[in-house]
């Protein structure tokens, strides 16, 4: 197939303007201006997206879609410990089946805004081959905790268990990792199981990290709110604390945590140091924003991430702590947070929605971007009065799910708007 459109955005090179994507199997074959692709590839059936911007599809790299039906649902988030000990009760309450009817109602939330690829953190058995069956494409991440005295090896036997016991995705789209929680909801028993596990599974994993001033304070001075009010209302006040004045990601570092396999979601206080380690390790970070405002836990700090160099993705986090599973609606947030002087441009915050989504899920080699031998996760956006020659900008401050005419995943339509 080839589709046209009137401005292609590969997110890895210039803007084209009346470009068209060739696409054969799930991949894409070729991208170049209309007439030259056309001329090329006579035999592929054509498929004009006029009115359209053209763009890899958006990469949702920090979710729990399992928790969609709490939206507006938390009677309290005053702030991150009252939030934490709204939601824990909330979601134990949550049947299977609203489980399941949480996971589909946010896969259908994700594809409609145009969100191709996500990365799940769950729970739930079924939910790769939920995903599947939407026809999203993502890493499901199995989320771990517990601070309570165990015998390490069979918890570590136990969390094999579980990860062999997903049901899988039949197309393959879907693919497993781990989600160590946080490093203050982990006993260091299980954070050396973990990293050892990690070490021999080599599977992806993702880790909350410096979301909060109180993890700060646990972790730099061992006192605060997870002392005083969290920990005695789980019933961990009892385990040990760390020990010593580490930060959060240096605590990860001395279990061998922090490697190129590592996302960090959220950072919100992540140091200048943290960062250094971070990219010297080659790990991740995932900003949540709009979830940081919602909770009051303060701004992630982009414009650092971005000056070491280390990639930056996009995540909504799920509707316990956000509006919107829109990934449009986070980039306008973010869009607004960095760009006065010195200015990150729009084009950079499209980027972190789609490449840089991949590059934290280790997808880049496959989606991200559109060049040739990469999979066919596309979308065509209606581009209303296009006001010059900055699509990113333009597309950043309008779209809205209505204006997701089309959207394909490994060469497939999943969404089609009828016009
Ligand atoms: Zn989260």
Redesign the pocket.
């Known amino acids: 197939m080839i589709l046209t459109a009137d401005c292609i955005l590969p997110v890895s090179s210039p803007p084209l303007h009346h470009g068209a994507v060739a696409i054969q199997g799930s991949k894409i074959l070729d991208v170049g201006d209309m007439e030259s692709i056309c001329r090329r590839y006579p035999d592929l059936p054509l498929r004009e997206l006029k009115g359209c911007v053209l763009m890899p599809g958006l990469v949702n790299a920090?979710t729990?879609l399992e928790l969609t039906l709490l939206r507006d649902r938390l009677s309290t988030v005053d702030d991150f410990i009252s939030w934490l000990l709204a939601l824990i009760p909330a979601k134990m309450k949550m049947t299977p089946d609203e489980i399941e009817e949480s996971i589909r109602t946010g896969a259908e939330q994700s594809l409609s805004s145009g969100t191709t690829c996500i990365g799940e953190?769950t729970n739930t058995l079924s939910s790769p081959r939920i995903l599947g069956e939407k026809g999203l494409r993502g890493v499901v991440f199995l989320e771990v905790l517990g601070r309570n005295h165990i015998d390490p090896d069979e918890w570590g036997d136990e969390v094999i268990r579980r990860l062999r016991a997903f049901e899988h995705d039949p197309s393959g789209r879907i693919t497993m990792g781990i989600s160590p929680h946080t490093p203050y909801t982990l006993s260091v028993d299980r954070l050396q199981v973990l990293s050892g596990l990690l070490r021999k599974e080599s599977l992806p994993y993702t880790i909350?990290v410096s979301e909060s001033r109180e993890e700060q304070e646990y972790f730099l001075e061992q006192s605060g709110g997870f002392k005083s009010r969290l920990f005695p209302a789980v019933g961990w006040q009892d385990h040990p604390d760390p020990i010593g004045a580490l930060s959060p990601l240096l605590y990860l570092d001395r279990f061998g945590l922090v490697t190129d396999r590592l996302l960090i979601?959220h950072g919100v206080y992540l140091s200048p140091e943290d960062m250094d380690r971070i990219r010297e390790a080659g790990a991740r970070v995932v900003i949540?924003a709009g979830s940081n405002q919602m909770l009051g836990v303060g701004r992630p700090p982009i414009r650092s991430l971005m000056q070491k160099n280390i990639p930056v993705a996009l995540g909504t986090?799920?509707l316990a702590s956000n509006t919107s599973l829109s990934l449009w609606d986070e980039m306008r947030h973010v869009y607004a947070l960095v760009k006065d002087a010195p200015p990150i441009t729009a084009d950079s915050v499209l980027s972190m929605a789609t490449l840089g989504g991949a590059q934290g899920l280790g997808l880049a080699s496959d989606i991200g971007s559109i060049e040739p031998a990469k999979e066919a996760d596309l979308i065509a956006v209606e581009w209303e009065e296009p006001r010059g020659d900055d699509p990113a900008t333009d597309l950043i401050s309008r779209t809205q799910d209505r204006h997701i005419r089309m959207v394909m995943v490994g060469g497939r339509i999943v969404k089609n708007k009828k016009i």
């Open positions: 920090h729990h953190i909350h979601a949540c986090d799920s």
